[in-house]
């Protein structure tokens, strides 16, 4: 009788806590969702989203920025950490922005932007957007052409890693490259990671890829354009053994349109992208390396060899605004910035002096 009643107050126990239960979803429901409650998480998840591509939680305020200023992708809202007080500055524009193209701004607890962006820094600014997709190289050829003798194009081989992609893009950008191409296989998509690394730069660059990397190269060939592989730090026996000439970046002239291609990060250029390539820019060591220190990371070779390639232009322009200031005198208040100008202009007319030595 004793277990009886005991069993018996047990239920009575659980059924008043699922009447309190009850009657606190119904406050609940009344009082409607709470911002950064299970309502938000639920509206949040990327699998209620619209059929379609799956959307991206783009993090950071310079991707986001960026890809509301370039508007190449579909957003559907703009999530803002709570708390802080006031917005300014780049904040400040994306909620103008946000707004203006009536994208849904959501107010979400630091907590919840931690664990949408996996812990990754986000800077309190989250973005949920369609991917962004390289565009078809047969829209780079219907360009108009362009008779420049400098261009410059980067070629990308089989880039898998998101952060270096997102590395050499920023600094294509920087250093005012005209376009980008990589190999549609095997290679890493333009993922949020790859925009975060980018700071951005890949929501306002265009990006072509291709199937047919090598005829891509050598149909750039027969229209007259360098084709310039690159390599790592090679020995002397292999230096003499190439079928295709190598040369130190530091001297290489650029006097023509040229497509610097860079391969992937563990097995570099293919052989058949290899055999496309006319020549071949290397970066030379500051001493005796040992096994496994020969090479260089591909983002950071990438920032050296476009610098040393892209810098023999901006010596170029710096010339004729030389030439300008000489034909029309600038006014006493600029003459400071014509003394600097002139000076730089110095240093490069020495550094476009120098030839290659050979090859």
Same mark, same amino acid.
């Given at each position: 009788m004793g277990l009886l009643s005991s069993v018996r107050g047990v239920a009575l126990a659980g059924g008043g806590a699922g009447r309190a239960f009850s009657r606190a979803a119904r406050r609940e429901q009344r009082r409607g969702p709470r911002p950064g409650g299970e309502e938000l998480g639920r509206r949040l998840a990327l699998e209620d989203a619209a059929p379609g591509p799956r959307p991206e939680l783009l993090c950071g305020v310079s991707p986001c920025l960026l890809a509301l200023r370039a508007a190449r992708r579909r957003v559907a809202r703009l999530l803002l950490q709570a708390g802080k007080a006031g917005l300014r500055g780049e904040r400040a524009e994306l909620l103008r922005l946000a707004e203006a193209r009536d994208i849904p701004v959501l107010r979400t607890p630091r907590h919840r932007l931690d664990a949408l962006c996996r812990y990754q820094v986000h800077q309190g600014v989250c973005m949920e957007v369609s991917p962004l997709?390289?565009?078809?190289?047969?829209?780079?050829?219907?360009?108009?052409?362009?008779?420049?003798?400098?261009?410059?194009?980067?070629?990308?081989?089989? =880039?898998?890693?998101?952060?270096?992609?997102?590395?050499?893009?920023? &600094?294509?950008?920087?250093?005012?490259?005209?376009?980008?191409?990589?190999?549609?296989?095997?290679?890493?998509?333009?993922?949020?990671?790859?925009? #975060?690394?980018?700071?951005?730069?890949?929501?306002?660059?265009?990006?072509? &890829?291709?199937?047919?990397?090598?005829?891509?190269?050598?149909? #750039?060939?027969? *229209?007259?354009?360098?084709?310039?592989?690159?390599?790592?730090?090679?020995?002397?026996? =292999?230096?003499?053994?190439? *079928?295709?000439? =190598?040369?130190?970046?530091?001297?290489?002239?650029?006097? *023509?349109?040229?497509?610097?291609?860079?391969?992937?990060?563990?097995?570099?250029?293919? *052989?058949?992208?290899?055999?496309?390539?006319?020549?071949?820019?290397?970066?030379?060591?500051?001493?005796?390396?040992?096994?496994g220190l020969e090479s260089l990371n591909v983002s950071v070779a990438a920032g050296i060899l476009l610098h040393s390639i892209c810098s023999q232009r901006k010596g170029l322009s710096v010339e004729k605004e030389r030439e300008q200031l000489l034909q029309d005198p600038p006014e006493p208040s600029a003459m400071s910035e014509g003394v600097t100008v002139a000076q730089h202009s110095a240093l490069s007319s020495e550094s476009g002096r120098r030839r290659p030595c050979g090859g």
């Open positions: 997709r390289p565009r078809p190289y047969a829209e780079a050829r219907e360009a108009a052409p362009d008779q420049r003798l400098q261009q410059l194009w980067l070629v990308l081989e089989r =880039i898998q890693d998101p952060r270096n992609l997102g590395a050499v893009l920023r &600094s294509a950008h920087f250093l005012g490259v005209d376009r980008v191409i990589t190999s549609r296989r095997n290679s890493c998509p333009l993922t949020p990671v790859v925009s #975060k690394a980018s700071a951005g730069a890949v929501e306002v660059m265009d990006v072509f &890829s291709t199937d047919d990397l090598p005829g891509v190269l050598q149909a #750039k060939a027969q *229209q007259g354009w360098l084709v310039a592989g690159t390599a790592g730090c090679l020995g002397p026996e =292999i230096l003499h053994s190439s *079928q295709i000439p =190598i040369m130190n970046c530091l001297e290489f002239v650029w006097d *023509q349109p040229t497509l610097l291609v860079l391969g992937n990060e563990g097995s570099g250029l293919s *052989q058949e992208v290899l055999a496309s390539c006319q020549l071949l820019l290397t970066i030379l060591p500051g001493r005796p390396l040992p096994l």
